[in-house]
């Protein structure tokens, strides 16, 4: 089984939420408030709507109860988030050094603790829908940033699970820009294929990545990429986004979430959007 973890994006769509499949609370509301409590100072520009904190246009209903079993996201308000959970729009990144009213230490990786990996531990007990596999391993395939891996406290991980690091590389060098972008393709050919296995992952292929056995290790997966092959997949994304702009005022959805709050976060009772 593979669960997936994900850093924040620098923006949130939440123009609007799909009636197919239904939206879900975050699992820790409760948290939010206390933290927004401690440290509102630091949070800013709340917005008066809600939105899943994550959106893909091309999923179907089965892509999106999928990703709700096998994907977490990190973030420093709400600690854990599932696709599928509504929330407000905010902004609190996990390596500020907030101050709260949990042990000695400041900042936000005190103030979760081993709560994430908890729920890391939570996720790999749910049902998989994943392609069916003989493999027992289960796999914590990392694609988040190195500030938000450190929220995740491994030494908390059920013995049963192994950290796998994805690296994209341009040209032999990681580029972080780019890398981000790889780190969604990496998420959405998850979901789509219903990966489940070490062997689905080396599979991965899009925008011109390829795994790099000779880079590669029993628990970091390594795909590279030529200057040609970027180039390439650059102009193609730029011809469809003119093609979407042409066809569509709906802002382009990203795979990754946004961060932007100021105020409460409240329970989110209906859908607003």
Known sequence: MIVM?????????????ADDVESTQPMHLDDASELVDDAVSLVNQMLNKE??????????PEDLTFAQAHLRILCGLYGTLRPLDLIQAYRLEMGLKVQHGRGPRDGL??????TIADDINAAFALPSTAVSSSSSINILLNVASVEYFKSVDVPSLESSIVVVDCIFK?????????????????????????AATMDHLRAFQADGYVYSRHESTDTQLVFNRSKAAAAAALKRAREVAAIAKLHTKRPRNDLEMDTSVDEKPHKPSQRTM
């Open 5 to 17: 973890v994900l850093s924040p994006a620098k923006t949130l769509d939440m123009s609007e939420v």
């Open 170 to 194: 341009d040209d032999g060098q990681i580029k972080s820009v780019f890398a981000k972008r790889a780190r969604g393709l990496m998420v959405n050919y998850v979901v789509t294929s219903r």
């Open 51 to 60: 939105g899943r904190c994550l959106q893909s246009a091309s999923w179907t």
């Open 109 to 114: 990786y005190a103030f979760w603790g081993r």
